[in-house]
């Protein structure tokens, strides 16, 4: 069970969500991706809706439904995600970046599909851009929520992440306890805030997860 404001201090504004993994072209039959299913962003993208927000939900290819009552923007790469956001950025009051985008990309697509040889293939890769880190080097009013998906010192990863991001709270998601993570229905996940306080929240559906971090949401844009 979870406590839901009546007067919700998110009714009406825009909040903008990414979610999903992204897919990086080798060449036309060929892909780098990540296991994120987008189950975590679209609960929020659900909730936030739910609490009166206006909602734009930027998705990497997922097997999942549509939320209602969302402006839905599909789309594949880490560039066209980062294209995407950046473009609403000025009119959104909350950025929520679920997303699990790619940091590497090959340096280069083939045009055609690449036909194997006697020898081995190493494919070099390249950065993509931070989105999120972007969009913290550019902030003006939004609040910005952060994920960090962490198998190992979580604490100090996550902290170091919402500092050089210049984020307003991150949400932590080990990788590896049973429970939580990418593929699941439920989530293990401790909220850090720019204040220095945190609170580490036990097992529970991604829904009430996101329920629970709408709240924080709402605190912060209260205060
Ligand atoms: N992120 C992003 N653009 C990228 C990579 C990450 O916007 N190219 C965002 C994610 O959506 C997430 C946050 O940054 O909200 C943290 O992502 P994560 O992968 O945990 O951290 P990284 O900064 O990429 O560092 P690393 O993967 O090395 O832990
Ligand atoms: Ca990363």
């Known amino acids: ?7 919700s201090n998110i009714n009406g504004k825009t909040v903008l969500i990414t979610a999903g993994p992204t897919q990086e072209k080798i060449d036309p039959v060929r892909y780098f991706t990540n296991r994120s299913s987008g189950k975590m962003g679209y609960a929020i993208a659900r ?3 739910k609490r009166g927000a206006k909602v734009i939900l930027i998705s990497g290819p997922t097997n999942l439904e549509k939320p ?3 402006e839905f923007v599909p789309v594949i790469s880490a560039a066209q995600m980062f294209e995407k956001v950046i473009e609403r950025y000025e009119e959104v009051d909350v950025v929520v970046k679920t997303a699990a985008v790619a940091d590497y990309r090959p ?13 081995d293939w190493a494919v070099e890769m390249e950065r993509t851009t931070d989105i999120l880190q ?24 996550a ?13 932590a998601n080990s990788i590896v306890e049973a429970g939580a993570g990418f593929q699941g229905d439920t989530n293990i ?5 720019k ?24 605190q912060l844009l209260k205060d």
Do not use: C, W
């Not at 069970?1 to 007067?7: A, K, L, N």
């Not at 340096?107 to 020898?119: A, E, L």
């Not at 902290?159 to 949400?171: F, Q, S, T």
């Not at 220095?196 to 924080?216: D, I, R």
């Open 68 to 70: 209602d009552n969302v």
């Open 159 to 171: 902290k170091g992440k919402l500092k050089r991001k210049n984020l307003d709270m991150i949400v």
């Open 195 to 218: 204040d220095g306080t945190s609170k580490a929240l036990p097992l529970m559906s991604k829904q009430e997860v996101s329920a629970n971090l709408l709240n924080e949401i709402e």
């Open 1 to 7: 069970m979870y406590f839901r404001p009546i007067d």
């Open 107 to 119: 340096k280069n697509i083939h045009d055609q599909k690449v036909k194997k040889q006697p020898s």
């Open 47 to 49: 909730e936030a809706s």
């Open 189 to 193: 996940v401790t909220i850090y805030k």
């Open 134 to 157: 972007t969009l913290g080097d550019k902030k003006t009013k939004q609040l910005l929520v952060g994920f960090a998906a962490e198998s190992e010192n979580v604490d100090e990863y």
